[in-house]
């Protein structure tokens, strides 16, 4: 049940390396979260540690996908 009632956002984000390629962000809000904010536009610049968004209240939960052929170590 909990799964069917968690807020989520996708945010897709095209990294500068040709290697990496598009890749996906996922988060999920847990439970009685009911807000997963993006405090980022469309076309922004992204650097390594730069904050994308918050979850408002309760548990949360994140993952990050990356294309089938990328090697990550």
Known sequence: FVTAIS???LIFIDAALPDVGLL???AIGLGEVSTCKININ???ALLKGDPLGMF???GYTHCL?????????
């Open 24 to 26: 996906c962000f996922v």
């Open 56 to 58: 408002q209240l309760g």
């Open 7 to 9: 807020t989520r956002a």
């Open 65 to 73: 996908f990356f294309r089938r052929c990328l090697k990550v170590t």
């Open 42 to 44: 469309e076309d922004d």
